[in-house]
């Protein structure tokens, strides 16, 4: 049942000898240690596990690790170039849009998945994009803010 | 099981004298007991053992704490205190929250008690911190304390600048020092950071998924554990059939009780091997459900408790002019806390070290140790996040199963619970009934108020309006709710305000009064008078003003721990379907001293937005223990579009004694969207949350 993927992860090459069904969260939380990844329904509705796989954002709870095969995922950890972080990570702490943080990391990456997907998108439009992520500390005006001023200078 | 969030400080344990030991150089400061701080001692607070500060060799402070960080933000705040009394900036604090090995013994992190309360010990322990390093100086310097001053972690002659000692060089090769017995504190206008916006210390964390929480400890060889569910909570287990996993391999099974789980180290493993188990349970009867559990309560022949009382309520009812009598309903709601339950445990020389995502860290302790007949210092709870807790994380359910798991295998173990588990073994927030009698004079004030609130707490329910005759009680019967209830953030208090507030409405209808004069005229308390008057000038109220048709405003006030809450919003209501969209909030609070109005200002959101849930869509539906809500699909909170504009303006007073501010915001939220449906469209609400099929019927029954 074993099987070798091959895959991009956080801009590294990576190939592992796994069972194509298991759970792409799973895989990305224990097997490669990368628990900025959350799990928080296991259903594909609440976005804290959120990945982007080829800049598009997916629920990694609902994938397995051979929808990546040959694709390139990158998760809240390989954002950050370096110390350097990417405008969003930034945004987010200028404008304090968190509390708990556990929703951060899949707020994040969805809303960069977003933008990659259309820069241009208005206030109305990223509310609509972002409402399947829920943060149950109530910072959904705040992440929006933070979200707003990223796209300005993604775009800028 | 048995949790522990009745007590206040329970003593220290011994081997806290080790841990004093264990720390390397650097200067540890103890706090002494009694010293009042906005009147606040601690009595049973043992002197010895208390450190809640180190001053280490390289400058940095450690700030030690048994408060956990969920989201509210004390690991910002108290830093604040700290770095405001010791002189240091405040990025040069490090926060060691919960760990019971670690940490002075805390009760547990909840009911907004750590700002008030905890906050002045931290100042009084570095303000005793600051004193020694004069004293030190002076030693060091050859200066008498009184021509020193400190400043960034540097004691100075105010003679000479130049002529100064850091902190660092103090503590090099320093082991313990005792405190001094009055450390003087700062003048509120000697302030350089309480009172001061500060953005939240763990952003950085947070937003590169460094934060840790206790399902974020991936140790080697460790499984993870899958266990056995029934539908109903309150399921006993009769048997298990395991002949469809017997062929797994490295799966491993632990039997303890009622606890039957399967354990892997893959976690997709585990679970399909629990899917394959066979169970049998014995269920009790159901003894009602979320439709019929109001009449289920009237007929429990619940038993009266009177909570205040005053002047005569049958007198008053008898010379008043107008009489309402009313009953309010809200159902169950559930913490939803988007991580769930976890815990992470590693067994090792007969000690169980662990991380639990916990408000309680020593309760945990002692539960766990208890459940496992282990003394309580073989038992080590460790610093993590919380991914939120809301009251729902202080009961210790999944520490106790992993710590059962873990004693019998010989690798860690993780349980993280499902989505499902986390609502099947919630602690709701309880369903209940309030019923309210009143009614005005000819005067046009309120002459009497008979309050009985039905299976919930009296917080928030006692009467801070000018009543001559009124009387509250609580009501309930040991047993009675068919689900687990707990603490949810500011227990009680939203089913009170949006009973009490709903009802003031009427009677200033039935005065024929704009409801926010109506409650400026049977007010007397100045602490709830001036938040009102601040919300309503924010909001640009007007007496008797009407908005855009389809569109309503309301007002509603609270108090919790103390703090007062006045609220306004503006809604719009669709008649045709029954939607309710809140547009805009905007809240007053006087809260004492605001230690960090930045991230204040962020809890008042949050309990607002939160607030939302319950106001319009949050409802636990169950039969019996069979809980149907079980995750986010059939169990809606707030969302991003859910989510209006909101403002906050604070009663500031930098002079008094600092308030909790993660709870007050939420309480107003039911009442103040159900006296703003009521002017956009007439239609009273009396049950939460409000659906549209509820506003919908409301608004055939006396809508305009």
Known sequence: MQNVIQFKLNNQPMELKVNGNANLLWVIRYLLQLTGTKYGCGTGDCGACTVLVNKEPIKACMAYIEDVEDKEVITIEGLAKGEDLHPMQKAFIEKDAMQCGFCTPGMIVNAIGLLNANPGLSPEELKKGMDQNLCRCGSYGRILAAISEASERMNG | ?704
Request: charged share 25%; with cysteine; net charge neutral.
């Open chain 2, 1 to 704: 099981m048995k949790t522990y969030i009745n007590e206040t400080d329970g003593p220290v344990n011994k081997d806290r004298r080790d841990f004093l030991k264990k720390l390397g150089c650097g200067v540890v400061v103890v706090f002494s007991v009694g010293t009042p701080i906005y009147g606040i001692t601690r009595k049973s607070v043992l002197e010895d053992f208390n450190a809640y500060l180190r001053v280490k060799e390289d400058g940095r402070v450690d700030l030690f704490t048994g408060k956990v960080e969920m989201g509210q933000g004390v690991c910002t705040s108290l830093a604040q205190v700290l770095a405001e009394e010791l002189e240091v900036a405040i990025d040069k604090v490090d926060m060691i929250m919960g760990d019971t090995e670690l940490c002075p013994f805390d009760a547990g992190t909840w009911g907004s008690m750590t700002t008030p309360y905890h906050d002045p010990l931290i100042r009084a322990a570095a303000a005793e911190a600051r004193e020694v390093f004069i004293k030190m100086g002076a030693e060091k310097l050859g200066i008498p304390q009184k021509r020193l001053k400190v400043e960034n972690g540097v004691v100075y002659d105010t003679a000479d600048r130049n002529n100064n000692v850091s902190y660092a060089e103090l503590t090099k090769g320093k082991k313990v020092i005792k405190g001094v017995a009055k450390p003087k504190l700062k003048g509120s206008s000697d302030f350089r950071i309480i009172g001061k916006p500060v953005l939240r210390l763990d952003a950085m964390q947070k937003v590169t998924g460094k934060a840790k929480y206790a399902g974020d400890v991936t140790l080697s060889g460790m499984l993870h554990a899958r266990i056995k569910r029934p539908e109903a909570y309150n399921a006993k287990l009769v048997s298990v059939d395991t002949s469809a996993i017997e062929n797994i391999n490295g799966l491993e099974t632990v039997r303890d009780g009622d606890l039957f789980a399967v354990l892997h180290e893959s976690p997709d493993v585990a679970q399909q091997a629990i899917v394959k188990v066979k169970a049998k349970w014995d269920t009790p009867k159901a003894k009602t459900d979320d439709v019929k559990v109001f009449d289920y309560f009237k007929d429990s022949n619940p038993e009266e408790e009177e909570f205040e009382s005053g002047g005569n309520v049958e007198e008053g009812r008898s010379n008043s002019t107008v009489v309402l009598e009313e009953e309010y309903y809200d159902g169950y709601k559930a913490h939803a806390s988007i991580e769930t339950h976890t815990a992470t445990a590693e067994y090792k020389d007969g000690k169980l070290t662990m991380w639990v995502s916990t408000q309680t860290p020593f309760g945990t302790r002692r539960a766990v140790a208890e459940a496992l007949g282990l003394p309580q210092d073989k038992v080590h709870i460790r610093q993590s996040f919380l991914g939120g807790g809301f009251g729902g994380k202080i009961y210790n359910q999944q520490a106790i199963e992993v710590a059962k798991i873990a004693t019998k295998v010989t690798k860690p173990v993780q349980l993280i619970w499902s989505r499902k588990e986390e609502f099947l073994y919630d602690r709701f927030r309880p369903a209940a009934v309030v019923k309210i009698s009143s009614g005005i004079n000819t005067e046009g004030k309120i002459n009497f108020w008979n309050y009985n609130v039905l299976f919930a707490g009296d917080r928030g329910a006692k009467l801070f309006y000018e009543v001559p005759n009124y009387k509250g009680v609580t009501s309930s019967r040991k047993d009675t709710h068919p689900l687990q209830t707990g603490a949810w953030r500011a227990p009680s208090n939203s089913t009170n305000t949006f009973a009490r507030e709903s009802h003031i409405d009427m009677l200033a209808n039935a005065a024929k009064m704009d409801p926010v004069e109506f409650r400026l005229k049977c007010l007397k308390n100045p602490r709830v008078i001036k938040p009102l008057k601040a919300v309503a000038d924010k909001f640009g109220w007007k007496p008797n003003m009407t908005l855009d048709s389809g569109r309503g405003w309301g007002v509603a006030l609270g108090e919790d721990v103390n703090v007062y809450v006045a609220m306004m919003a503006e809604v719009e209501v669709d008649r045709i379907n029954g939607d309710v969209k809140v547009r805009r909030v905007v809240c007053s609070q006087d809260m004492g001293q605001v230690v960090n109005p930045q991230g204040t200002r962020l809890q008042v959101e949050g309990g607002i937005t939160m607030g939302l849930g319950y106001a319009l869509t949050e409802h636990v539906r169950f039969e019996g223990g069979k809980v149907k809500s079980l995750n986010f699909s059939d169990y809606e909170i707030a969302r991003f579009s859910t989510t209006p504009e909101i403002e906050t303006v604070f009663i500031d007073d930098m002079d008094s004694q600092p308030l909790g501010g993660g709870e007050p915001s939420i309480i107003c939220v039911g009442a103040v969207v159900g006296n703003a449906i009521y002017n956009a469209c007439g239609a009273r609400l009396y049950q939460m949350p409000f659906t549209p099929e509820r506003v919908l019927a409301a608004i055939q029954k006396g809508g305009m």
